[in-house]
């Protein structure tokens, strides 16, 4: 068991990246917050109050409960991309330290320990390419166990634990293998049954979010699967490209680490110190290009940076006797890798909303 005078929250990192999370552990930090360990990486925080009398209740049965949300928080999902990881571990070392006070329930996830320590994006698999059971499809591996367990996770915490049905929101912290012409984007999933509201959108502007790009296109992805199995606003976030431990300029992020402590302390993400309200360039999904057999070319140049715009009447992929030719005025091509598996997507087509 860990030693109740030593914070789980401050060092939440450094024992996955030193080998010695106690899976299944919990507590009370020193800092008042109580925690749960799910699995290596993954912690469940609930406030030290769980109940406030925000609205002047004079007793704690007429309190409203101390937390608006059911809030998933994740990053490593791949295991180079750092800048995520060390936005939420200073988030829980303030929590820790008393900076920042923690009002809202929330699972913070480290997704792939393995990788985070290897240094690599992923080992056997692609982590956010397992989820929505994907994982049944594939040999057994430490990245399908992982994933598998995940989804166990996730589905028990948003159960709750009092039978209170809260918001759900799900941010995924990535950072891109490639140049952006918009540095900070999200991608926004929907079901027919979960649209993304406005709201959130105006919430990921206000997050210093520059571009979103909203699809309803089935998916394999961490973010997708929140949304799609229970109805979470969810988000993947890219933010930057990808560097080691300590190369990250965090500063380039400064926005959506402050959106993120508004969140969990009580407040809501586009309520900005400064008051503005920028709203992000928001595209949606048109199309993806999915690479079918080896015969597979994209006509993109390696180096081409995400949102790269095409006329109408470019061919940009072709596959055998198929092609790919941009249909609308203009398309800008997104996550471009023709090295991708047969049977993945090796592009996805976007248009202004």
């Not at 080691?244 to 900005?272: C, T, V, Y």
């Amino acid at each position: 068991m860990t030693d109740a005078h030593r914070s789980a929250l401050r060092h939440w990192l450094s024992d996955v990246r030193e080998s010695r999370d106690h899976p299944h552990d919990e507590g009370v930090d020193p800092c008042g917050v109580r925690w749960q360990r799910h699995a290596e990486g993954v912690l469940e925080l609930t406030p030290a109050t769980v109940s406030r009398s925000a609205e002047g209740a004079e007793d704690d049965a007429a309190a409203q409960p101390g937390y608006r949300y059911d809030a998933i928080l994740s990053c490593g999902i791949h295991g180079d991309e750092t800048a995520p990881i060390e936005i939420v571990d200073g988030i829980l070392r303030d929590i820790a330290d008393g900076r920042l006070t923690l009002r809202e329930r929330v699972l913070v996830v480290l997704g792939n320990p393995d990788a985070v320590r290897a240094g690599k994006r992923y080992l056997e698999y692609d982590l956010n390419r397992l989820f929505q059971g994907a994982h049944a499809k594939r040999a057994e591996s430490p990245a399908v166990q992982r994933a598998r367990e995940l989804e166990v996770i996730v589905a028990q915490f948003f159960a709750g634990v009092d039978g209170v049905r809260r918001t759900r929101r799900h941010v995924d912290m990535h950072t891109a293998i490639r140049a952006s012409l918009f540095q900070r984007f999200a991608v926004v999933p929907g079901t027919p049954q979960h649209s993304p509201s406005d709201d959130w959108f105006d919430a990921l502007g206000a997050a210093d979010i520059e571009a979103t790009m909203r699809t309803e296109q089935p998916s394999v992805t961490f973010s997708y699967f929140t949304c799609a199995r229970f109805g979470a606003q969810s988000c993947t976030l890219e933010l930057g490209k990808v560097a080691p431990f300590g190369e990250n300029r965090l500063e380039n992020f400064s926005g959506i680490d402050a959106a993120l402590r508004r969140w969990l302390s009580g407040g809501e993400f586009e309520a900005r110190d400064d008051g503005k309200s920028p709203q992000p360039q928001r595209f949606r999904v048109a199309a993806e290009i999915v690479r079918r057999t080896d015969a597979f070319v994209l006509d993109v140049p390696a180096d081409t940076p995400n949102f790269t715009p095409y006329p109408a009447g470019t061919v940009l992929a072709r596959d055998g006797e198929n092609t790919y030719t941009v249909s609308h005025p203009e398309e800008r091509i997104v996550f471009p890798n023709p090295n991708v598996a047969n049977g993945l997507r090796a592009g996805v087509m976007v248009v202004p909303e």
